[in-house]
């Protein structure tokens, strides 16, 4: 067969799938989405995994997935920037990570803004909260595709902290936010800036004194072997945000829709996995040795009193319409 027999060859192919009502991906060479986060383990994961095996369903394998965790692709920063570049499809971090990219992620860490686990599953799911995220950092190369409660955060620490005061000039690990650096300031503490991957060994050799995160990150990475307090932040809850390439999901062409249907059903099987990751995580952090600590009713409101103000002054205006918005939107699921 000639080069000429060969192209017609191939219009006929192509002739027969319009004929029998596929699109033309039916028959396109397949591609792939590298799917990251930096966490192992934890509901990040799990959404990743779970959106993995719905997008190849949807796509009749025409979308293979490629589930990267533990920082394989890099630290956060740089699978951020992966995904804006187009070199990576999606990301998954805590929203302080995103921070930097656009401020208005700030929102999201406000403590206040979800109540629990529940009220903030509803407030997330709300079809006005997913187009207002949807807005945030348009036009840097990244569109959000999806927005999790993750859990509520804790602060682990050597020396442990069982009221307020013991915080004071320890040197306390956050997510890339400077929302979590001003709340940690305003209780005296020493926040420092740092990619999860980062995090152990810093821990280990003594560079850090503690560790902000969400609950079920110090069991998965048994940071009980380093210390053994763990205290729950009052009202303060973990957001993680799917950042994906708007490059590769123009390239997807017709099966954009599906991708993001996909986005959806994931979001509807993960969201019951939400309580049973953070039991989980108390189960294996107690087993290790370590230990839950609740401030006390009088610490847990200084601590609210003290941390909201401070956050809200970090703000962008922007970023304040995002809050009062979410707070507005929250109100409906308050009982």
């Known amino acids: ?9 191939l219009a006929s192919l192509a002739g027969s799938v319009t004929a029998l009502g596929l699109p033309s991906w039916a028959w396109a060479q397949s591609m792939t ?4 986060a930096t966490t192992s383990e934890d509901l990040g994961i799990d959404w990743l995994t779970a959106y993995k095996a719905n997008i190849e369903a949807a796509t009749q394998g025409k979308v293979k997935g490629q589930v990267y965790p533990a920082s394989q692709l890099g630290t956060a920063q740089r699978t951020i920037e992966g995904v804006s570049m187009g070199t990576i499809e999606m990301a998954m971090n805590a929203s302080g990570m995103y921070e930097g990219l656009d401020p208005r992620f700030g929102a999201l860490a406000v403590p206040g803004v979800f109540d ?8 997330l799911a709300d079809p006005d909260t997913r187009k207002r995220m949807a807005s945030i950092a348009t036009g840097k190369g990244v569109e959000v595709l999806t927005t999790l409660i993750h859990s509520q955060c804790s602060i682990v620490s050597r020396k442990p902290v ?28 020493n926040p420092v800036s740092m990619s999860l991957g980062e995090v152990l060994p810093a821990f280990q050799n003594g560079t850090l004194d503690g560790v902000y995160s969400g609950t079920p990150i110090p069991s998965a990475l048994k940071y009980f072997d380093v210390a ?33 249907q996909a ?30 600590i609740e401030l006390s009713a009088a610490d847990a409101k200084a601590y609210l009193d003290a941390v ?19 707070r507005a939107i929250g109100a409906k699921y308050r009982s």
């Open 1 to 9: 067969m000639n080069r000429r027999q060969h192209l017609l060859h």
């Open 33 to 36: 989405m590298k799917l990251t």
């Open 116 to 123: 629990n686990i529940d009220h903030g599953l509803k407030l």
């Open 162 to 189: 069982r009221k307020l005061s013991d915080l004071k000039g320890q040197k306390i690990r956050v997510p890339g936010s400077s929302i979590l650096i001003a709340q940690l300031k305003q209780l005296g503490a």
């Open 228 to 260: 053994k307090a763990q205290t729950l932040l009052p009202s303060t809850y973990i957001a993680i945000v799917g950042l994906v390439s708007p490059t590769f999901f123009k390239t997807a062409g017709a099966l954009d829709p599906a991708l993001r």
């Open 263 to 292: 986005a959806r059903k994931t979001d509807d099987e993960v969201a019951p996995r939400v309580h049973a990751r953070v039991q989980e995580a108390r189960a294996i952090w107690e087993k290790g040795g370590g230990e839950m």
């Open 308 to 326: 909201i103000p401070a956050a809200q002054k970090e703000l962008t205006p922007a970023a304040r319409q995002d809050y009062d918005a979410l």
